[in-house]
Nanobody
Framework: QVQLVESGGGLVQPGGSLRLSCAAS????????MGWYRRAPGEQRELVAQ???????YYADSAKGRFTISRDNPKRTVYLQMSNLKPVDTAVYFC?????????WGQGTQVTASS
């Protein structure tokens, strides 16, 4: 079973930036679809961004132009660079690995954009 560990969350003022990391154990990421999701208080979990094994990216409308997903396969890490953060971005952010028989989630990291 692959384990995913997110880091990089925290408290930031509106307009600020954060970079989230998701490190995978015991596997390279080469053949997997990787995604970042978030769950705001009282809301359903939603897809924020994803990146295919070939590097094609997808972004939710709310993330376009502000967030960038990237992957470093040798380091087994996926990143989510977030800029111009808004209070509505406040949520727990989760990393997901999907491919073959694997569908794994991390435990999440809290992001709070507030003054």
């Amino acid at each position: 079973q692959v384990q995913l560990v997110e880091s990089g969350g925290g408290l930031v003022q509106p307009g600020g930036s954060l970079r989230l990391s998701c490190a995978a154990s015991r596997t390279t990421l080469t053949n997997y679809l990787m995604g970042w999701y978030r769950r705001a208080p009282g809301e359903q979990r939603e897809l924020v961004a994803q990146i295919t094994p070939g590097g094609t990216t997808y972004y939710a409308d709310s993330a376009k132009g502000r967030f960038t997903i990237s992957r470093d396969n040798p380091k087994r890490t996926v990143y989510l660079q977030m800029s111009n953060l808004k209070p509505v971005d406040t949520a727990v952010y989760f990393c997901r690995l999907l491919g073959g028989r694997s569908d794994c989630w991390g435990q999440g990291t809290q992001v709070t954009a507030s003054s």
